[in-house]
C-alpha cells in the first residue's frame, strides 16, 4: 500500500508540478526521509546528488534544474551546496511544493510534519 501511495505522489509530481514546485517536494520528501532515519532534520540533511540526477527523478534538463535551483536559492527557500540541501523556509517549500507527507504513510511524528510550526 506505501509503495502504491509513493507512486502515485510522484506521478502527480512528475507530470502535473512545474519545475519549482517538483524540486521543493523533492526536498520535502528526502528532508522527512533523512530526519525519519536519523541523517539529519528537516532543516539540513546530507543529498549527494548531481543536477543531472535531481532532473531524472523530475523530468527536467539539467539547465531547468540549474535555474530552479538558483530561483529556490534567491527566493530564500532552500539551497543545495556541496551535497548538503540547507531548508531556510520549511513552511515556503512545503507550500510551493505543494507537499504534504501523509502519502509516505509513516505515522510517526512526519506525518505531522506539514503542520504549521
Do not use: Y
Request: hydrophobic share 45%.
Amino acid at each position: 500500500m506505501a509503495d502504491g501511495s509513493i507512486f502515485s505522489e510522484w506521478v502527480v509530481n512528475v507530470g502535473r508540478r512545474n519545475a519549482l514546485s517538483r524540486l521543493a517536494h523533492v526536498f520535502c520528501e528526502m528532508a522527512i526521509r533523512c530526519e525519519e532515519a536519523g541523517h539529519g532534520d528537516r532543516t539540513s540533511f546530507p543529498l549527494p546528488i548531481t543536477q543531472p540526477d535531481l532532473g531524472d527523478a523530475t523530468g527536467l534538463t539539467g539547465v531547468h534544474v540549474n535555474r530552479t535551483l538558483r530561483d529556490l536559492r534567491t527566493a530564500g527557500i532552500v539551497e543545495l551546496r556541496a551535497g548538503v540541501v540547507t531548508i531556510h523556509n520549511w513552511e515556503k517549500l512545503v507550500s510551493v511544493g505543494d507537499f504534504n507527507a501523509a502519502f509516505m504513510l509513516l505515522g510517526g511524528p512526519a506525518s505531522r510534519i506539514t503542520e504549521a510550526a
